[in-house]
T-cell receptor, first 114, second 111 residues
Framework: AQSVTQPDIHITVSEGASLELRCNYS??????LFWYVQSPGQGLQLLLK??????LVQGIKGFEAEFKRSQSSFNLRKPSVHWSDAAEYFC????????????FGTGTRLKVLA | KAGVTQTPRYLIKTRGQQVTLSCSPI?????VSWYQQTPGQGLQFLFE???????NKGNFPGRFSGRQFSNSRSEMNVSTLELGDSALYLC??????????FGPGTRLTVL
């Protein structure tokens, strides 16, 4: 069965430090991959997506993610975190064969220290 | 282009009542999906509608139902509300089957 794992429930970083949020998926084919961010009480905002092509994708707010097929991973990175990046981050996989389905990870809550 | 809108944003109901939530997708988008988000269960898929037909369904009881109109607007209904139905209900739209764009959600509190 398809699944998405975000191993870190909480991450705390200092403002200005680099950030990497992990995401691993289980799916037989190459899925569509997404990262979303959610501020408290709000909906999810799309940060970036990967469908095919260059495995390093750039998103909004200075985020990037790298698809590694051999590791079934799609980790999110940012070189320098800002206090406004504090939020919850969700990795998602969309299946590309059969019935189209979106599967979300359980989220990683990011805290930024001033 | 306007984003996904959901109404109402907040709702308080009592056990046993029923509720209807509304979602207007981005103009031109034909697929609308609904999710329930709770602290304990995370984001759980309810169902997806495409061109007025339910195309996918999650693992929720029959008390949860939905529909989509010819203008792609969608409603979801929950009958006989239970305390455990308190959650943020999120709607997402997509053009066909690719990127989902989310609305701000409806916060439902069941007392």
């Amino acid at each position: 069965a398809q699944s998405v794992t975000q191993p870190d429930i909480h991450i705390t970083v200092s403002e200005g430090a680099s950030l990497e949020l992990r995401c691993n998926y289980s799916y037989g084919a190459t899925p569509y991959l997404f990262w979303y961010v959610q501020s408290p009480g709000q909906g999810l905002q799309l940060l970036l997506k990967y469908f095919s092509g260059d495995t390093l994708v750039q998103g909004i707010k200075g985020f990037e993610a790298e698809f590694k097929r051999s590791q079934s991973s799609f980790n999110l990175r940012k070189p320098s975190v800002h206090w406004s990046d504090a939020a919850e981050y969700f990795c998602a996989v969309a299946t590309t064969s059969g019935t189209y389905k979106y599967i979300f990870g359980t989220g990683t809550r990011l805290k930024v220290l001033a | 282009k306007a984003g996904v809108t959901q109404t109402p944003r907040y709702l308080i109901k009592t056990r046993g009542q029923q509720v209807t939530l509304s979602c207007s997708p981005i103009s031109g988008h034909r697929s609308v999906s609904w999710y329930q988000q709770t602290p304990g269960q995370g984001l759980q898929f309810l169902f997806e509608y495409f061109s007025e037909t339910q195309r996918n369904k999650g693992n929720f009881p029959g008390r949860f139902s939905g529909r989509q109109f010819s203008n792609s607007r969608s409603e979801m209904n929950v009958s006989t509300l239970e305390l455990g139905d308190s959650a943020l209900y999120l709607c997402a739209s997509s053009l066909i089957t690719d990127t989902q764009y989310f609305g701000p959600g409806t916060r439902l509190t069941v007392l």
